[in-house]
Nanobody, 122 residues
Framework: QVQLVESGGRLVQAGGSLRLSCAAS????????MGWFRQTPGKEREFVAL????????YYADSVKGRFTISRDNAKNTMYLQMNDLKPEETAVYYC???????????????WGRGTQVTVSS
């Protein structure tokens, strides 16, 4: 069983930066991709970024390109999301997830963390 635990969310001012972490615990962990999603109350979970776990290829939502960077440390089974120039509308619960194929659709992700709250004040 794979467990994913996010951390790093907090209150930050607009224009500020945060780094989120997602630690995976499992005897063996080798997903095809890992992704970051975010969600606000009443809205559908939104794709943010993904990374191919073994080779490190990445893909971003247009809204975060150039500001967010996804990375991973395979040895630590940990994924990161560096977020720069944050905007108030990016206030959300951020989730990490794992999938067995390349996909930006949250319904295709098999494992999820519980999320970490990011609040961006104006």
């Amino acid at each position: 069983q794979v467990q994913l635990v996010e951390s790093g969310g907090r209150l930050v001012q607009a224009g500020g930066s945060l780094r989120l972490s997602c630690a995976a615990s499992a005897r063996t962990f080798s997903p095809w991709v890992m992704g970051w999603f975010r969600q606000t109350p009443g809205k559908e979970r939104e794709f943010v970024a993904l990374i191919k776990w073994t080779v490190g290829g990445t893909y971003y939502a247009d809204s975060v390109k150039g500001r967010f960077t996804i990375s991973r440390d395979n040895a630590k089974n940990t994924m990161y999301l560096q977020m720069n120039d944050l905007k108030p509308e990016e206030t959300a619960v951020y989730y990490c997830a794992a999938a067995s194929f390349w996909t930006t659709n949250h319904v295709n992700y098999n494992y999820w963390g519980r999320g970490t709250q990011v609040t961006v004040s104006s």
